[in-house]
Every structure is written in C-alpha cells, then in structure tokens.
Nanobody, 125 residues
Framework: QVQLVESGGGLVQAGGSLRLACAAS????????MGWFRQPPGKEREFVAA????????KYADSVKGRFTISRDNAKNTVYLQMNSPKPEDTAVYYC??????????????????WGQGTQVTVSS
C-alpha cells in the first residue's frame, strides 16, 4: 500500500512561484513513476509532469514545459513540483500519483495506481 500526501498549495500571483510537495509512504519507493496531475474547475483531470525512479527522466505537459520542474528527494521519499511563472489558467486542484512501469511515458490518469487527496492552487491575475 502507498500513501501520498500533497502540501504547498495556496494562492499565488501570476508570475510568482510556488512549490508543491508529495510525501510518499509505504512501498512508494517500489513504484516506477511519480506524477503530478491537475483538475481545473469543471474540467477533467490532466497530466502535468512525471518523474521516473530508475531512469531519472522526466516528462512534462506542453502547457507547463519551461515553467514547472518536477524533482525528487529519495532520502525524504518526496516528490516536488516547482511552479514558476504560474498563470491564472494553472488554477486547479493538483494531485500526486504513483504508478508502475505501465505509467512510463503515459499521460493517462488510469495508468497510475495511487493518488493523494489533492491540494488547491489558485493563481490570481
């Protein structure tokens, strides 16, 4: 079993910065992929970024590429999402997710097995 707990959400001005954290417990280290997804109001959940334990490679949605950075701290079993220059359209509930090898390169939420409870990010203009 894997438990994921997000933190760091809140209100941020456009052009500012915010860092989200996802603390993983249980067998999180055995999961191949850790990802961030978001769900804007009235819309479906969408892929934001992912990092893969073995290869250390990363993947980003085009909408956040160059502005957001995903990273991990193995010692703390924590994954981060650094959000720089956020825009009002980045406003959403952000979710952390853990997945097996099937999640490699996938942007589909169904590829991930475990989810956190979500943290609200609101970007003001």
């Amino acid at each position: 079993q894997v438990q994921l707990v997000e933190s760091g959400g809140g209100l941020v001005q456009a052009g500012g910065s915010l860092r989200l954290a996802c603390a993983a417990s249980g067998r999180a280290s055995s999961y191949y992929a850790m990802g961030w997804f978001r769900q804007p109001p009235g819309k479906e959940r969408e892929f934001v970024a992912a990092i893969y334990w073995c290869s250390r490679s990363t993947k980003y949605a085009d909408s956040v590429k160059g502005r957001f950075t995903i990273s991990r701290d193995n010692a703390k079993n924590t994954v981060y999402l650094q959000m720089n220059s956020p825009k009002p359209e980045d406003t959403a509930v952000y979710y952390c997710a853990a997945g097996g090898s099937i999640a490699y390169g996938s942007v589909a939420p169904l590829s991930y097995d475990y989810w956190g409870q979500g943290t609200q990010v609101t970007v003001s203009s």
